[in-house]
C-alpha cells in the first residue's frame, strides 16, 4: 500500500479510537452529573453525586442514528405488544448515518416526568457549519422523534423537554450559553397554552487553559482536564478523583490511558507529517526543528524512519 495512504488510514484509525474513547468518558453517570447541575434547571444546586441515580439507563453512545425515520426502533414482544424505543440495534446496518454522540433519559424530581439529553463533543468549533444550526436541526429531531415512541397520534402534551449540550474544545474562552424558545408579544398579550421550554440547546465553550477550581467554571475545569491534550494521565486522574470526588474504576482509568496515548500518537503522526513535508521541499533539519518545535536530534530520526518509504 502506499505509504501516504497506509499514514492515513492508521491515522483515521487512531482518530476514531481517540473520538470514542472521548465520548465513553464523557457518558459517565458521574461525569454527566456534573453536566446537568450546570445545564438544567432542574438540577441547579444539587450535588452532583445525588443526580446519578436519575440518569436512567446506560446512555447510548453513537449508536443512534440522526436522520429522520431512523431515531426510532419498532418490534413485538412475546405478547404481540409494539414496542418503540431508541434504535440502538444493528448499528452497522445503518453504517455512515450520522448519530447523536450520547443520549439518554433522566427522570425528574418528582419521579414522574423524563427529559431526553444529548450530548455531542467537537475538537473545536467547526468552520464547514455554523455550529448552532447543526444543533436547532440536532433538537429538533429530539422532539419529532418522540412521534409514536414517547407520545402518539396527536398527544402532543406528553413530548418530552429536551437538551441538546454541545461542548466544544480549543475555544479562546471559557463559556456557557443556553438557546431556547422564547415569545414577543406583537399586540395586546395572549397565554397561549404550551410548554416554551421544550427545546434547549446549551453549548459549552472549553479552552485549553484548564481555569481554577472555583463554582464558576467548576464544569469547565472538570471537563478540561478529562479532556486535556496537555495533562498526563495521573494528572487527569488526580483532579477528577480527588477534587470531585468521582470514583476511578479500572475501566475509566483504562479509558483516560488509551486516550492519552492515543492522543500523543496522532500528535506525533502530525509532527512527522510536517517535518516530511518541509524536508521533501528542501528546509534542513535545524530550520524544521525552530519552524516545529522540537529538537534537531527529533527531526533527524524522523526524516531516517521515513525517508527510505520516500524512495
Same mark, same amino acid.
Given at each position: 500500500m502506499n505509504t501516504e495512504i497506509a499514514n492515513a488510514v492508521n491515522a483515521a484509525g487512531d482518530k476514531a479510537q481517540y473520538d470514542t474513547r472521548v465520548k465513553r468518558l464523557l457518558a459517565q453517570k458521574s461525569i454527566l452529573a456534573h453536566i446537568l447541575v450546570k445545564t438544567v434547571d432542574e438540577f441547579k444546586g444539587m450535588k452532583p453525586e445525588d443526580v446519578v441515580k436519575y440518569i436512567e439507563g446506560e446512555p447510548s453512545i453513537s449508536v443512534v442514528p440522526v436522520e429522520p425515520g431512523l431515531a426510532n426502533m419498532e418490534k413485538t414482544d412475546a405478547t404481540g405488544q409494539r414496542i418503540v424505543g431508541l434504535n440502538t440495534e444493528n448499528a452497522e446496518i445503518n453504517e455512515g448515518l450520522v448519530r447523536f454522540d450520547i443520549i439518554f433519559y433522566v427522570r425528574m424530581k418528582n419521579g414522574l416526568s423524563q427529559i431526553i439529553v444529548n450530548i455531542e463533543a467537537q475538537k473545536?468549533?467547526? /468552520?464547514?457549519? %455554523?455550529? #448552532?444550526?447543526?444543533? =436547532?436541526?440536532?433538537?429538533?429531531? #429530539? =422532539?419529532?422523534?418522540? %412521534?409514536?415512541?414517547?407520545?402518539?397520534? /396527536?398527544?402532543?402534551?406528553?413530548? %418530552?423537554?429536551?437538551?441538546?449540550?454541545?461542548?466544544? &474544545?480549543? &475555544?479562546?474562552?471559557?463559556? #456557557?450559553?443556553? =438557546?431556547?424558545? /422564547? %415569545?414577543?408579544?406583537m399586540l395586546k398579550p395572549c397565554n397561549w397554552k404550551g410548554n416554551l421550554d421544550l427545546l434547549n440547546i446549551v453549548l459549552i465553550g472549553i479552552t485549553n487553559e484548564i481555569p481554577e477550581h472555583d463554582e464558576k467554571y467548576e464544569m469547565h475545569r472538570l471537563i478540561g482536564a478529562l479532556l486535556s491534550s496537555e495533562l498526563k494521565e495521573q494528572e487527569k486522574l488526580d483532579i477528577i478523583e480527588h477534587e470531585y470526588n468521582i470514583p476511578i474504576s479500572q475501566e475509566f482509568r483504562e479509558d483516560v490511558s488509551i486516550m492519552c496515548n492515543l492522543s500523543q500518537g496522532i500528535e506525533d503522526k502530525a509532527i512527522a507529517k510536517i517535518v516530511m513535508n518541509m524536508y521533501k521541499i528542501g528546509y534542513t533539519p535545524n530550520q524544521i526543528a525552530d519552524a516545529v518545535g522540537v529538537s534537531v536530534d527529533e527531526v533527524e530520526a524522523i526524516i531516517k524512519k521515513r525517508e527510505p518509504a520516500m524512495a
Amino acid at each position: 500500500m502506499n505509504t501516504e495512504i497506509a499514514n492515513a488510514v492508521n491515522a483515521a484509525g487512531d482518530k476514531a479510537q481517540y473520538d470514542t474513547r472521548v465520548k465513553r468518558l464523557l457518558a459517565q453517570k458521574s461525569i454527566l452529573a456534573h453536566i446537568l447541575v450546570k445545564t438544567v434547571d432542574e438540577f441547579k444546586g444539587m450535588k452532583p453525586e445525588d443526580v446519578v441515580k436519575y440518569i436512567e439507563g446506560e446512555p447510548s453512545i453513537s449508536v443512534v442514528p440522526v436522520e429522520p425515520g431512523l431515531a426510532n426502533m419498532e418490534k413485538t414482544d412475546a405478547t404481540g405488544q409494539r414496542i418503540v424505543g431508541l434504535n440502538t440495534e444493528n448499528a452497522e446496518i445503518n453504517e455512515g448515518l450520522v448519530r447523536f454522540d450520547i443520549i439518554f433519559y433522566v427522570r425528574m424530581k418528582n419521579g414522574l416526568s423524563q427529559i431526553i439529553v444529548n450530548i455531542e463533543a467537537q475538537k473545536d468549533e467547526p /468552520t464547514e457549519y %455554523k455550529i #448552532l444550526n447543526r444543533a =436547532i436541526f440536532y433538537v429538533s429531531r #429530539l =422532539i419529532s422523534s418522540q %412521534k409514536e415512541r414517547d407520545f402518539v397520534n /396527536t398527544n402532543y402534551d406528553d413530548i %418530552k423537554q429536551v437538551f441538546s449540550i454541545w461542548i466544544c &474544545m480549543n &475555544m479562546d474562552d471559557n463559556s #456557557l450559553s443556553h =438557546i431556547h424558545l /422564547t %415569545k414577543d408579544e406583537m399586540l395586546k398579550p395572549c397565554n397561549w397554552k404550551g410548554n416554551l421550554d421544550l427545546l434547549n440547546i446549551v453549548l459549552i465553550g472549553i479552552t485549553n487553559e484548564i481555569p481554577e477550581h472555583d463554582e464558576k467554571y467548576e464544569m469547565h475545569r472538570l471537563i478540561g482536564a478529562l479532556l486535556s491534550s496537555e495533562l498526563k494521565e495521573q494528572e487527569k486522574l488526580d483532579i477528577i478523583e480527588h477534587e470531585y470526588n468521582i470514583p476511578i474504576s479500572q475501566e475509566f482509568r483504562e479509558d483516560v490511558s488509551i486516550m492519552c496515548n492515543l492522543s500523543q500518537g496522532i500528535e506525533d503522526k502530525a509532527i512527522a507529517k510536517i517535518v516530511m513535508n518541509m524536508y521533501k521541499i528542501g528546509y534542513t533539519p535545524n530550520q524544521i526543528a525552530d519552524a516545529v518545535g522540537v529538537s534537531v536530534d527529533e527531526v533527524e530520526a524522523i526524516i531516517k524512519k521515513r525517508e527510505p518509504a520516500m524512495a
